[in-house]
């Protein structure tokens, strides 16, 4: 039998090479600088199969200790910022308050980012979303509750003949 350990990572802001998360080996364990009173501090979080574990450190140097159900968590966001150099990419587990964001991905090249979006949203269980341009968020798809939104299909496979007239009508003669 295997010994199972968690998956660690550091996303750093202004690294060009940037480790990934891998979305199916969970626990997986990311350490990120967050913003703090007195400027930044780096941030351990550990992302389970259904809560997060934040462990920050307070102003006294005391560890704090904060888990959240993955289900207080808004969705899996993507965010694409242009830079001079070209765009990049950064995967965010979104929570409505910003301190409770984790970073899951960030990237100079946006290879395979959909695939490591989706597979984020899937394992978590847990909606798209994405950010536009003007700093909306929002998902790509409609979704009713936790369906998609679809057009809706034709009842009947054969729509060709729906315009035309029945065929005993067209065999009638003029008596």
Same mark, same amino acid.
């Given at each position: 039998?295997?010994?199972?350990?968690? #998956?660690?990572?550091? *996303? !750093? @802001?202004? =690294?060009?090479?940037?480790?990934? !998360?891998?979305?199916?080996?969970?626990?997986?364990?990311?350490?990120?600088?967050?913003?703090?009173?007195?400027?930044?501090?780096?941030? *351990?979080? &550990?992302?389970?199969?259904?809560?997060?574990?934040?462990?920050? =450190?307070?102003?006294?140097? *005391?560890?704090?200790? /904060?888990? *959240?159900?993955?289900? +207080?968590?808004? #969705?899996?966001?993507?965010?694409?910022?242009?830079?001079?150099?070209?765009?990049?990419?950064?995967?965010? !587990?979104?929570?409505?308050?910003?301190?409770?964001?984790?970073?899951? %991905?960030?990237?100079?090249?946006?290879?395979?980012? &959909?695939?490591?979006?989706?597979?984020?949203?899937?394992?978590?269980?847990?909606?798209?979303?994405?950010?536009?341009?003007?700093?909306? &968020?929002? =998902?790509?798809?409609?979704?009713?509750? #936790?369906?998609? /939104? @679809?057009?809706?299909?034709?009842?009947? +496979?054969?729509?060709? %003949?729906? =315009?035309?007239?029945?065929? %005993? !009508?067209?065999?009638?003669? &003029?008596?």
């Amino acid at each position: 039998m295997r010994r199972q350990t968690a #998956g660690t990572a550091e *996303v !750093l @802001k202004g =690294e060009s090479c940037r480790a990934r !998360l891998d979305p199916f080996e969970l626990p997986a364990r990311v350490t990120y600088r967050g913003a703090a009173r007195a400027g930044t501090a780096y941030h *351990v979080a &550990i992302i389970g199969q259904d809560s997060v574990m934040i462990r920050r =450190e307070t102003n006294a140097g *005391v560890p704090l200790y /904060v888990t *959240v159900p993955l289900s +207080a968590y808004s #969705g899996v966001l993507l965010t694409v910022h242009d830079a001079a150099h070209g765009p990049s990419v950064e995967l965010t !587990l979104r929570h409505p308050n910003n301190d409770l964001d984790v970073p899951l %991905f960030e990237a100079d090249d946006t290879d395979d980012v &959909i695939a490591d979006w989706q597979a984020w949203s899937r394992t978590l269980a847990r909606p798209l979303l994405i950010r536009n341009s003007d700093g909306e &968020i929002r =998902e790509p798809r409609q979704r009713l509750g #936790g369906l998609t /939104v @679809k057009p809706p299909a034709a009842r009947r +496979a054969n729509r060709f %003949f729906a =315009e035309r007239r029945p065929r %005993f !009508l067209c065999e009638r003669r &003029i008596g």
